[in-house]
């Protein structure tokens, strides 16, 4: 008995590492693993999936419409008072133009039968089926540009975490070393080495990193509850990111190019799908002026009775059948299908001028965000240049300061110039990141 309580201890407490271990990793992410995360768990992606499927059941739909149409009904009447007819009176020898009431047929009355048709021929359905499939299309289309805009937010969250903890991280240096000046010029300053204002110098310094340190810690926490935002995650929920920061050098051979392929970019696609929904509009304008063919049949069964027995069986039904077609001409409308087709056309070349103006502004954003992307990767290069500088004059200051050669005010000065350098290099590293995304979705690259 002891032996199998021990193995189901041993069994629940594996289970619980396990568990422990997986809900650790499920919060950690890279960022395309936050990017697939978003995917699968933000609504308004998760919208455009659902419209793709409802463009998929709309298309089914007016393809079943092609199909027989089969009902099947029963109708059962009750005549509390039976219907009355006028049978002119001379029938019987009255005088003419007199009429004598007459009541025919019985109390009740039923009817039982099914009734099929099938469309032989209809512009608008043919039109139909092709609209929906193209609707299909432009569905996905939005799918897509979702997935693009969705990437993108990700993307930026995602940096922006990134770059504040680094900056954290740096911060958190900072402060241990301007900790450990402030206490090395209070031990002088009992000594009688320093004056007090040397002290009180560099304790505002110091305040002032720790107000800012504090900042940036509550600026992590909402940039990370964006992120959760972005993604769909739950904002009560712990997350960490594995990526690190990121500034590898652009291909100068793609910022070179002068010439894009805007049918990458999900917005001329989006368009595109317009335009031949536009097409579409007109055709089935045109055609509209073609008949429509119904072929159509009844198979009933008639009873009428004095008493409600139509369930008795030596009780007669009488049959009911028949086969037909009813054809529909368009003879003259007013001109109304023709003043509809001008407009269609109107619509169709307003698309053609917007398909042209996508075209050109899609150059230009391209371009633009690749000069872009070019000068915040040189500035991030410039900046970081200045940030190994900044140190160095510090590592310097330092130096002289400990070997009582150099004041705290200029390793104060040296302080600030270096923090504002590595400020200046992760707003600039920042810049560079969002620059690149805003130039791959300009360029129709962002998703694969």
Not at 27 to 36: E, P, T
Not at 124 to 136: E, H, P
Not at 250 to 263: A, F, G, R, S
């Amino acid at each position: 008995m002891k032996n199998n309580l021990k193995g189901i201890l041993i069994v629940v407490i594996m289970y619980s590492a396990v568990f422990s271990f997986a809900q650790q990793q499920s919060s950690s992410f890279s960022l395309q693993q936050a990017i697939d995360y978003a995917l699968k768990n933000s609504p308004n992606h998760l919208n455009a999936e659902l419209d793709l499927k409802n463009s998929i059941y709309k298309r089914n739909e007016i393809t079943g419409m092609g199909l027989p149409q089969v009902s099947g009904s029963i109708d059962i009447k009750n005549y509390i008072e039976i219907p009355t007819s006028l049978i002119p009176g001379e029938f019987f020898g009255g005088p003419s133009g007199s009429f004598i009431p007459v009541r025919f047929g019985t109390k009740y009355n039923s009817t039982a039968g099914i009734n099929a048709s099938q469309l032989i021929f209809s512009s608008d359905y043919i039109i139909g089926l092709s609209a929906a499939k193209q609707f299909i299309n432009l569905s996905k289309i939005n799918v897509n540009r979702s997935k693009t805009e969705l990437a993108a937010q990700v993307s930026k969250a995602y940096y922006n975490v990134i770059i504040n903890k680094e900056r954290m991280e740096l911060l958190d240096a900072n402060v241990v070393r301007l900790k450990k000046i402030f206490d090395d010029t209070k031990a002088l300053n009992e000594q009688g080495f320093v004056e007090k204002i040397d002290v009180e110098r560099i304790e505002v310094q110091y305040n002032n990193l720790v107000t800012e340190h504090d900042k940036v810690e509550k600026l992590i926490s909402l940039s990370e509850n964006f992120l959760k935002f972005q993604m769909g995650y739950k904002i009560a929920e712990p997350i960490s990111l594995t990526d690190s920061l990121n500034v590898a050098e652009p291909d100068p051979n793609i910022l070179n190019q002068t010439k894009i392929d805007v049918t990458n970019r999900p917005d001329y696609q989006l368009l595109q799908s317009q335009q031949k929904l536009n097409q579409l509009d007109v055709k089935r304008l045109k055609w509209g002026y073609l008949p429509t063919l119904v072929a159509y049949g009844a198979y009933q069964y008639n009873a009428q009775r004095q008493e409600f027995d139509f369930f008795d069986s030596e009780q007669k039904w009488f049959k009911i059948a028949l086969i037909g077609a009813t054809l529909n001409i368009n003879i003259f409308d007013g001109l109304q299908r023709h003043y509809k087709i001008q407009q269609a056309k109107i619509s169709f070349d307003k698309t053609a001028n917007n398909l042209k103006m996508v075209e050109i502004a899609a150059d230009l954003e391209a371009s633009s965000a690749s000069i872009s992307y070019s000068n915040a990767y040189s500035t991030m290069l410039l900046q970081k240049k200045n940030r190994e500088l900044a140190n160095h004059v510090y590592e310097v200051a330092q130096k002289k300061y400990e070997q009582g050669v150099g004041s705290n005010i200029e390793l104060l000065n040296a302080e600030t110039s270096l923090k504002e350098a590595e400020i200046n290099y992760f707003n600039a590293a920042y810049d560079m990141l969002i620059s690149k995304i805003d130039y791959q979705k300009a360029t129709g690259t962002l998703i694969k």
